[in-house]
């Protein structure tokens, strides 16, 4: 099945750092991927939609100068998170499909959990 | 109103026996329905993918679809204490870009 590699699996940075988290799709490409963030013991949260070759689309609420997105190629995402804060403090997962219809299951990254001291 | 509902549990289920799951949902044009399985700490895993309405059978799992009632369940049966985690109910929203909106999730306790 497909495969997607999240990088690195658990940081902790200061507060005011950056930190920058891989999403790769090992076996297929992936034109579209998807970054939520899930805060303890509540659902997943849809951050953004990353579309390669072209700008990240944000959900309402998540600030697109805050948590900076790239998709340069058809396997690799990164999500940067600039100046991060405690409040950032969450599980961060990437997520991509393996066909193109947007019907078929999205398949997830194993998750970065970033804590901000 | 929530775009997608579950019951947040925990749902304590004997070992050998059926844990039912609930979710419904708002968007009555959605067509792609999953359960996702979500052990503690973990990122979700694909347990069910549904797509029309009636059960869908696999291994233990059955997914059951009613559009009409915009309602989709998921039931495992001989439940396991490895079945013991968070399930998550995932719906496609209708756009080009295939977003899926998950429910809150649902905590099962399988207890020996």
């Known amino acids: 099945g497909a495969v997607v590699s999240q990088h690195p699996s658990r940081v902790i940075c200061k507060s005011g750092t950056s930190v920058k988290i891989e999403c790769r799709s090992l076996?297929?490409?992936?034109?579209?991927m998807f970054w939520y963030r899930q805060f303890p013991k509540q659902s997943l949260m849809l951050m953004a939609t990353?579309?390669?070759?072209?700008?990240?689309?944000?959900e309402q609420g998540v600030e697109k100068d805050k948590f900076l997105i790239n998709h340069a190629s058809l396997t690799l995402s990164t999500l940067t998170v600039t100046s991060a804060h405690p409040e950032d403090s969450s599980f961060y997962i990437c997520?991509?499909?393996?066909?193109?219809?947007?019907?078929?299951?999205?398949?997830f990254g194993n998750g970065t959990r970033l804590t901000v001291t | 109103q929530k775009e997608v509902e579950q019951n947040s549990g925990p749902l304590s289920v004997p070992e050998g026996a059926i844990a039912s799951l609930n979710c419904t949902y708002s968007d009555r044009g959605s067509q792609s329905f999953f359960w996702y399985r979500q052990y503690s700490g973990k990122s979700p895993e694909l347990i069910m993918s549904i797509y029309s309405n009636g059960d869908k059978e696999d291994g233990r799992f059955t997914a059951q679809l009613n559009k009409a009632s915009q309602y989709v369940s998921l039931l495992i049966r001989d439940s396991q204490p490895s079945d013991s985690a968070t399930y998550l109910c995932a719906v496609n929203r209708i756009d080009s870009w295939g977003k899926l909106q998950f429910g809150a999730g649902t905590q099962v306790v399988v207890t020996p």
């Open positions: 997520s991509a499909r393996d066909q193109g219809g947007g019907s078929s299951p999205l398949h």
């Open positions: 990353s579309n390669e070759g072209s700008k990240a689309t944000y």
């Open positions: 076996d297929f490409q992936a034109t579209t």
